[in-house]
């Protein structure tokens, strides 16, 4: 009798044990060539374990995972982990010359993910040039052991990895890009789980397919890993219910469609509730800019009731707000609200020490002899922050800091307001020479534990446009947005401070604003930037360094011993 009990007790001890521990979790990246068939055309890919999309990784709220990445590809390459914060330790954000030098052909670099807060789905991708295209994955992120959703349980979860494929190389495009000076070129397909889907040529076999039975629930999980674009999103006859945004938990919005910019992700529950069929899930790009060179593609896959049925050929194809229509896109971003329970608390900061106003514009450089552009244009595109087009720098600005050997490799005069102040939306005869940035590498220090209020305005310079911009080592409350000019007498009046959405990325709206708050008690070198691709590479982007604090355990852990060098 007593061995038993003392054995139940023994057990109990373990479970709550178990419960109260947080794991380490281990994962090896192999970066490599690996060949796949798309839109009848086959090449080499930059690709994660040769997948693409690439490896999910899967851990619990609180998890530490530490992911070998070996470089065994003919391409510098670094791995961001987006959305984690990574508290105290920059070392393994990722951002290429922000926070590290990158992994070079052959080389290796241990890194370490640590979990804190997050929790729902985030993802991981490339952070070095153009190779996020194939370079990404999901990083989904479990309750604790023996805590549940604060939702209905799921009966299957499903990837939802939305992409793009571009049937020449991927560097290339990059480089004829830089080189042109001008827009990129389109995609070829826009795809879900890596596949075209029925409506492009070649494309009907491998279309990605979803099994579900009526009556059940199902959560996708879901990123926008495209380059270029915001997407819309929907399921024919379908409602779709959101209950997370960027790792954290949401009031469920019931929506028949979805936005999700590049680099966001959403938890969305599905009820299988229609009648025995076949259903599209489709996506395609919202660009609020109609213009001919717009890439206007459908990507599909299908929901398939399990049963015995007559589908309907094609299957029922979903309703999705037309490309351009920018009050639909607008309009779901700003619906979505924290949870804000008491089990998943806020804590929005009320008192703010750091006021900040960033203008985001589209620029204009001239081709000179001396800087020439490939082809026959005058003038090539660049894309500020407080007009200045960020240049990124040789080597790291995280060890450059941590040695105290900034000077030379940055500035800390980042400003914490734009030089001018002018119409920033005005839609016509905006003068030209507005238009011309200046070129730095500036960063904005800010104290630790500071509380932050940063107001994003768009501008029309060249065009207007959304901004998806995404801040590294933190997550913000979306406070408010709008289209327009903000005006801080007027708009912070309406802010949201009792439930606003928790994200780590948020479209800025096209020739509009959107105010975030969060609090820098992230020690660290943090890029933000802006998400689509082609942007950043512009230059729509800046550095914060957030300073340490006071204790022993509010400064920047020491960095690896295998940090690649420059
Ligand atoms: C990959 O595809 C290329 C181009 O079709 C071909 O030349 C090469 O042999 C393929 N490699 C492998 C390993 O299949
Ligand atoms: C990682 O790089 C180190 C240093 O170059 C090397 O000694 C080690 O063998 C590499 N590991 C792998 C798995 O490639
Ligand atoms: C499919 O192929 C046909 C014939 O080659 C071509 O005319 C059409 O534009 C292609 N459609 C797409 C979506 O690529
Ligand atoms: C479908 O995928 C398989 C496996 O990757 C590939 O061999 C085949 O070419 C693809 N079919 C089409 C039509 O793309
Ligand atoms: C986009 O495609 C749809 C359907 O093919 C077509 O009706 C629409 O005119 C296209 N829009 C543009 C801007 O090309
Ligand atoms: C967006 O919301 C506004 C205000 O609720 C409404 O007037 C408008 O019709 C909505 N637009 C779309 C496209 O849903
Ligand atoms: C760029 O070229 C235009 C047209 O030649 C000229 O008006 C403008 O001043 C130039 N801008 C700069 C910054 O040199
Ligand atoms: C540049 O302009 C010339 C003359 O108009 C034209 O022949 C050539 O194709 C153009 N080159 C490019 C790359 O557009
Ligand atoms: C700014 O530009 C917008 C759009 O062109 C216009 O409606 C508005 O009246 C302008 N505001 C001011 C103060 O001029
Ligand atoms: C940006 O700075 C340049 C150089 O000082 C100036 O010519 C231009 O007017 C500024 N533009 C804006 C929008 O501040
Ligand atoms: C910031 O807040 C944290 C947690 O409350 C505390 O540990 C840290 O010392 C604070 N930092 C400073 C500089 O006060
Ligand atoms: C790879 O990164 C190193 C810096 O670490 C740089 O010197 C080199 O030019 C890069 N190579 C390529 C192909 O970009
Ligand atoms: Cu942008």
């Known amino acids: 009798m007593k061995i038993i009990s003392f054995q139940v007790i023994g057990f109990f001890l373990i479970l709550s044990f178990i419960h109260s521990q947080s794991a380490t979790l281990q994962y090896t990246f192999v970066v490599e060539e690996t060949n796949h068939t798309r839109l009848c055309t086959t090449k080499n890919v930059l690709t ?64 370490k993910v640590f979990l ?105 999980r879901m990123v926008n890993a495209a380059m270029n674009n915001l997407a819309f999103f929907a399921v024919a006859n379908h409602s779709l219910t959101v209950v997370g945004c960027d790792g954290a938990y949401t009031k469920p919005l019931v929506s028949n469609y979805i936005t999700i910019s590049p680099g ?44 015995n049925f007559t589908s309907s050929t094609p299957p029922v194809f979903p309703s999705m707000p037309a490309f351009n229509n920018r009050n639909a896109s607008f309009n779901f971003t700003a619906s979505l609200r924290s949870l804000a329970s008491a089990e998943h608390p806020i804590d929005v900061p009320l008192t703010i020490k750091r006021t900040l106003f960033y203008t985001l514009s589209i620029n204009s450089e001239n081709c000179t002899a001396a800087n020439p552009c490939e082809g026959n244009r005058t003038a090539r595109f660049k894309a500020s922050v407080n007009n200045i087009t960020f240049a990124m720098p040789k080597t790291s600005i995280l060890q450059a800091y941590y040695r105290g050997l900034g000077a030379g490799i940055y500035g800390d005069d980042f400003p914490d307001q734009p030089p001018l102040k002018f119409n920033y939306t005005q839609l016509t005869n905006l003068s030209r020479a507005l238009r011309f940035p200046e070129t730095g ?44 000019n903000y005006k801080r007498s007027r708009d912070s009046l309406s802010y949201n401070l009792i439930d606003p959405p928790l994200m780590q990325t948020i479209a800025v709206p096209q020739n509009g604003w959107t105010a975030i708050r969060f609090k820098a ?19 729509m982007g800046m550095v914060f360094i957030v300073r340490n604090g006071k204790t022993e355990s509010s400064r920047v852990l020491p960095p690896p011993s295998d940090m690649p060098p420059c």
Request: aromatic content about 12%.
């Open 48 to 111: 994660v374990n040769g997948q693409f999309p690439g490896p999910t990784i899967t851990a619990r709220r609180g998890d530490t995972v530490i992911v070998d990445v070996i470089n065994k590809g003919d391409h510098n390459i670094t791995i961001h982990w987006h959305g984690v914060k990574q508290p105290r330790y920059p070392w393994s954000d990722g951002p290429e010359f922000v926070t590290q030098c990158p992994i070079k052909p052959g080389g290796n670099f241990s890194q």
């Open 116 to 220: 804190s807060d997050e929790e729902g789905t985030l993802w991981w991708h490339a952070h070095s040039d153009w190779a996020r295209a194939t370079i990404h994955g999901l990083f989904v992120i479990l309750p604790r052991l023996g805590t549940a959703y604060p939702f209905r349980q799921p009966d299957v979860e499903y990837p939802v990895v939305i992409g793009e494929w571009w049937n020449a190389d991927i560097q290339t495009v990059y480089e004829n890009f830089v080189n042109g000076g001008g827009d990129p070129q389109n995609s070829d397909a826009l795809t879900i789980n890596g596949q075209p889907g029925d409506l492009y040529n070649c494309s009907a076999p491998n279309t990605t397919k979803f099994a579900v039975e009526k009556g059940k629930t199902y959560l996708f």
């Open 264 to 307: 966001q992700t959403l938890d969305i529950l599905l009820e299988a509730n229609q009648p025995n069929n076949n259903y599209y899930m489709a996506s395609k790009f919202f660009n609020g800019q109609p213009s001919s060179a717009f890439e206007n593609t459908t990507t599909v896959a299908i929901v398939e009731y399990t049963g």
């Open 441 to 484: 590498t500036e960063v904005s220090m800010l104290k630790h534990n500071q509380t932050v209020e940063l107001v994003f305005q768009g501008t029309n310079l060249l065009a207007g446009i959304d901004h998806p911009m995404h801040l590294h080592g933190h997550s913000f409350y979306v406070v408010g947005s709008g289209f327009g």
């Open 521 to 539: 008690n992230n020690p660290g070198v943090w890029f933000m930037h802006c998400h689509l691709e082609r942007h950043v590479s512009w230059g």
